[in-house]
């Protein structure tokens, strides 16, 4: 083995090659992902804004103070 080469092992600590076709698939299967992601995006709804939720206030007539 040059020390150009890469060293990859499996989970069973066998030693795995990842040859030149199997790369491909799985650059081509990226490739098909991200491509169904972006239209994923590029199709989504817009939907309108949320309104803000109810303002929620003390009226100054009230005292939270508990008398002895």
Known sequence: MTTKQQLELGFN??????????????????????AQM????????????AEPPAEQFLFSTTSRETKA
């Not at 076709?21 to 098909?32: G, N």
């Not at 972006?38 to 804004?49: C, E, F, G, K, L």
């Open 38 to 49: 972006r239209a994923a995006v590029s199709d989504a709804i817009s939907w309108p804004p």
């Open 13 to 34: 600590g066998t030693q795995t090659r990842i040859f030149g076709r199997r790369r491909e698939t799985r650059v081509a299967r990226a490739q098909w992902w991200f």
